[in-house]
């Protein structure tokens, strides 16, 4: 009894040591949802500081509640998808992953590292009874057919689908118009980087006392981009330059980045141009009548424009002009190129399979045009299905356009409208692990380059090289190649750990002995 | 050997329990360190080649600064780079995001004498030093909080940002949630956020309001004043201390509130 005693508290000893690195099984499909099973699920969700955006996650958490009463979802909100993507790699070694979660693609590749994390959801999509368009579900969710392709496609790494797209938007150009005629242009409806470089620089004069002619204020930023990864990797594309392939070599550091940080560098440092990270928010400028052309997310198009519902500024500052919307400026507009981006969602993988069906149920539920329509109507994100976008109500929505300045606010309207003309000239780079890196060191050459010209640094190739050098050493990139795919070397264990490892054999082989020395005795026993 | 067996397993056990344990992250904990004594003479000479404040107000934009100042409070350290609050007699600095080790962010402590080397920065009109780099020096010195009550709503304000302030006689003022309704503090500028984010709430005096901030990576959740301001009702009257901070207008980042005396 004692034995059987000892061995229970050495399993248990055995067991909570290893819980922090606990690996899940590959899922396996159940073949029923067990609906008397109680199940929580969290849901780490992103939005854009927006209320609405907040109490529609938590509608179709209460919504799905009704449908699955078994099934609890519990809302983490987070308003950053960077700190989502920090939270899921802590909790990955933690084994505390949420069950669903808000993500881009780039962030599963590296989720991806930890075996077993999200899950493969490519069987999931196709069950008959619970995949898209299932016959079990209890809701009418979209069938695979119904989901943009180009949009479902951007969640599949390798062959396999890790998320399901739940928003989409780009970029857009949001305009000063009124300023910008003013100054004697009229604004294609392409823009070009020529034309907005040759307006910015020309916003640029000052009178005898200080003042910006266009607006006849002391602060005048003609050209703010918000997003200067997207910055970078747009140009690039438009130029049909390297920046990434799918196998993970890094193709940026060439000639053609060299020539569009020139740019970057001659437009910044006569103040023609600017980015976020050194002066603050595109649309604040803007609004004051500081700004000419504001790249911000088309998902940010409600704060854009001054009769905007959403504001960062003091009402007395906001100034009155018309706002227009276009694609961000090309370099070839007969084939115009724009970065997609929005939210995805992907699943973790948990012990208990129910817990796992029940969170990719709640993924597709996401899906529903209630819930599709309703979010694209904050802001300038359109639905990822056709079943939403075609639906009566989200046309209605359109056709509202400008009738109001916060359901129907006209520049929210037509970003929407803008990317909907151009889904076809949208793309997205390449995933893998270490993706996410390469994305950040593609913006911090455009925000290095735009402070060194701001600062009368000498902006060279030789400046260039040394900084192509701290981008590979700073963000690892030169280690992308081995650690793709991989978990990676961790290095030596701790000392604790061998120490841990050492006593556990000695307490095995004393247990295995002492049960050999009391096999042999009650044998000896039993031939006396 | 029963004795030995039950007592490596005791030892595997503990050690066990050892391996579970979270290493504890204090990088939230933003617990002010104790506050040194005032000394009695302090040296606020500058080194050659170190602005006076007078010379760092009058720098533009992207120049290159060097200052010498004191630490008053610690906002952040995150991916090696830091973020504080500083002053010396002449005036405050902001510093954003200045390279520093974990290690080296330990002995910013209260009142610590450094020099910064930088740029000078504006984001929406906050005026920062950027891009910085530090050195430890001897000194220590801590500022009185100055009263900037009567100074609220005038032009001569901006001349005191980042400084530690006070505000005496502030009425707090409702701010309008989600739903319209009048409430004393939101979580984030717009209540869109939860416990644990920035809060912010309306103070009025002589008629104008202002909006002051918790910042939650200075003072967190678990921070008196953070509590303090989740307890605040409209129509309290309250004085404060804290950095006079700028986001557009003046937005101090307050670090106590009490009831008015």
Redesign the interface.
């Known amino acids: 009894m004692k034995k059987k005693l000892l061995l229970i508290v050495f399993m248990f000893c055995l067991l909570t040591g290893c819980h922090g690195s606990k690996q899940n099984s590959t899922f396996e499909i159940p073949d029923e949802f067990d609906e008397s099973e109680k199940i929580e699920i969290t849901f780490w969700a992103k939005n854009d500081t927006n209320v609405t955006q907040s109490r529609i996650y938590e509608k179709a958490a209460s919504d799905f509640n009704i449908l699955y009463p078994n099934v609890k979802v519990n809302i983490r909100l987070y308003t950053d998808y960077g700190k989502i993507y920090n939270d899921v790699i802590t909790n990955i070694s933690t084994g505390t992953t949420p069950n669903v979660c808000i993500t881009y693609p780039d962030h599963i590749a590296t989720y991806l590292t930890g075996n077993g994390t999200v899950v493969d959801i490519s069987a999931l999509m196709k069950d008959e009874k619970y995949g898209l368009g299932g016959s079990e579900l209890k809701f009418d969710g979209p069938t695979e057919s119904e989901i943009v392709p180009s949009f479902l496609n951007e969640c599949r790494i390798g062959e396999n689908y890790y998320a399901l797209p739940f928003m989409r938007s780009t970029e857009a150009c949001y305009i000063n118009k009124t300023y910008v005629e003013a100054m004697g242009y009229e604004i294609p409806d392409i823009l070009t980087w020529d034309f907005i470089w040759e307006v910015s620089e020309a916003a640029t004069a000052k009178d005898a006392d200080g003042n910006y002619l266009v607006n006849g204020q002391k602060t005048m930023i003609p050209f703010i981009y918000k997003s200067t990864d997207n910055m970078m990797i747009s140009m690039l594309k438009q130029l049909n330059a390297g920046y990434s392939d799918d196998s993970g070599n890094i193709l940026i550091f060439n000639d053609t980045t060299k020539e569009i940080l020139r740019a970057v560098a001659k437009h910044a440092g006569s103040y023609a141009f600017s980015t976020f990270k050194i002066s603050s928010y595109p649309g604040n400028f803007l609004n004051a009548g500081q700004c000419l052309f504001a790249i911000d997310s088309t998902a940010g198009a409600s704060w854009m424009g001054s009769k905007a519902p959403l504001s960062d500024i003091s009402e007395d500052k906001i100034v009155d002009f018309e706002t227009i919307v276009r694609s961000i400026p090309q370099y070839d507009t007969a084939h115009p190129q724009m970065i997609s981006q929005g939210p995805s969602v992907c699943i973790f993988n948990k012990q208990d399979p129910q817990v796992v069906l029940a969170s990719w149920l709640f993924a597709q539920f996401l899906l529903t045009n209630e819930t599709q329509i309703a979010y694209s109507e904050t802001e300038g994100y359109i639905p990822v299905t056709t079943k939403a976008g075609d639906s009566a109500e989200y046309q209605e929505y359109l056709a509202g356009c400008g009738s109001d300045n916060d359901l129907h606010y006209d520049v929210k309207i037509r970003a929407a409208e803008m990317l909907m003309a151009n889904k076809e000239n949208t793309f997205v780079t390449p995933v893998f692990n270490g993706s996410a890196s390469l994305r950040d060191a593609a913006g911090q050459l455009i925000e290095n380059t735009a402070k060194a010209a701001r600062r009368k640094q000498t902006v060279d190739d030789k400046f260039f090289d040394a900084m192509f050098d701290d981008m590979v050493s700073l963000y690892h990139l030169d280690q992308i190649s081995a650690t793709t795919g991989n978990s990676g070397d961790l290095g030596p264990l701790p000392g604790p750990a061998k120490a841990l490892i050492v006593a556990l054999i000695i307490a095995w082989i004393g247990i295995i002995g002492f049960n050999l020395k009391d096999i042999i005795k009650k044998r000896k026993a039993q031939k006396q | 050997?029963?004795k030995?067996?039950?007592l490596?397993?005791a030892?595997?056990?503990v050690?066990?329990?050892?391996?579970?344990g979270?290493k504890d992250d204090d990088k939230n904990d933003n617990k002010n360190e104790t506050t040194p004594a005032v000394e009695d003479k302090i040296d606020f000479s500058k080194s050659e080649g170190v602005m006076t404040y007078a010379q760092y107000d009058a720098a533009n934009?992207?120049?290159?600064v060097t200052v010498e100042t004191f630490v008053q409070d610690k906002q952040s350290w995150w991916d090696n780079k830091a973020t504080i609050y500083t002053q010396d007699n002449e005036g405050a600095y902001f510093i954003y995001e200045m390279q520093c080790s974990e290690a080296d962010y330990a002995k910013l402590v209260k009142g610590q004498k450094i020099r910064v080397k930088g740029?000078k920065?504006?984001?929406?009109g906050e005026k920062e030093i950027a891009?910085a780099t530090f050195e430890i020096l001897d000194g220590n010195y801590v500022a009185p909080a100055t009263d900037v009550t009567n100074l609220l709503g005038t032009d001569d304000l901006v001349k005191y940002q980042n400084r530690y302030a006070e505000f005496k006689g502030m009425t707090v003022a409702a701010s309008k949630d989600?739903d319209g309704n009048d409430v004393a503090f939101l979580y984030?500028?717009?209540?869109?956020?939860?416990d644990g984010d920035d809060l912010y709430f309306n103070v009025e005096l002589n008629g104008s309001v202002y909006t002051f901030t918790v910042e939650s990576y200075l003072c967190g959740k678990d921070t008196e004043v953070y509590k303090a301001v989740k307890e605040l009702k409209v129509g309290d009257k309250v004085d404060l201390t804290g950095y006079l901070y700028w986001y557009?207008?003046v937005n101090p980042h307050i670090i106590s509130v009490t009831a008015a005396k």
């Open positions: 050997m029963k030995i067996l039950v490596l397993l030892l595997v056990m050690m066990s329990l050892a391996a579970c979270k934009v992207d120049d290159p740029f920065a504006d984001f929406q891009d989600a984030k500028w717009n209540g869109s956020g939860e557009d207008t």
